[in-house]
């Protein structure tokens, strides 16, 4: 009987090493012959799933993704630790530095190339939605926020955490796990706080402006007596 084999896996394991050999060597020293020689095939073998490195990549930035949405996704339990979930998108063990380590070699082409400019468009929508999700799941009052704020709160958030990224991947002595996690802790800390005041006053400013609500009413009341 011919041998089973499962191309969608094949595709990935691919897409998989790609990953790790953008992260290791760069984006430019990834060559199709290169991840060809780290998963064992042939360049003809990768050249059956895949047309050019650019595929590859664009298959490895869709696997990095759908990782790590799997992993949020586990926690979107609102019981779950909101430091602990988000910590997902942090390089603090082996598996996810290699995943930040290729978002930061791919971020380094994006300004010269308008196809991954679309492309990491695309990509910060993706992590603008999981993260909402998140803050969603595990802070009651969200909803109640104004909408502006909410976004002005979620994007701090992704700009905190890919600068982490981006300081962590190559200076990864000085960003250890410990450090990554308490200044994501007290970023989190400082942005509910913020976002708490600010709806407190705004709605302060709010109630003053229409005054009390009993007040019209008891005007129209005192006239018809």
Request: charge should be positive.
């Amino acid at each position: 009987m011919p041998k089973f084999v499962d191309h969608d896996k094949r595709r990935d394991d691919i897409a998989l090493v790609a990953c790790r050999v953008v992260a290791t060597y760069g984006f430019e020293q990834a060559t199709v012959a290169r991840i060809a020689k780290e998963t064992g095939y042939t360049t003809g073998m990768i050249a059956h799933y895949y047309e050019s490195k650019q595929e590859i990549i664009l298959a490895a930035l869709r696997l990095n993704l759908r990782r790590i949405e799997e992993r949020l996704s586990q926690g979107a339990d609102p019981r779950a630790d909101l430091l602990t979930v988000l910590a997902e998108a942090l390089p603090v063990d082996e598996q996810r530095f290699t995943e930040c380590a290729f978002w930061t070699a791919f971020w380094g082409q994006v300004s010269t190339d308008k196809k991954l400019k679309r492309l990491n468009a695309w990509v910060h929508r993706e992590y603008h939605r999981l993260f909402e999700r998140c803050l969603r799941s595990h802070w009651p009052e969200w909803q109640s926020w104004p909408e502006g704020l909410r976004d002005e709160t979620l994007r701090s958030l992704i700009t905190f955490l890919n600068g982490v990224t981006a300081s962590a991947v190559p200076n990864r002595a000085d960003w250890p796990p410990a450090r990554q996690l308490g200044q994501l802790k007290l970023q989190l800390q400082l942005l509910r706080r913020h976002a708490l005041e600010t709806a407190a006053l705004d709605n302060g400013a709010v109630a003053v402006r229409q005054g009390p609500r009993t007040g019209p009413s008891r005007a129209i009341a005192n006239q018809r007596r």
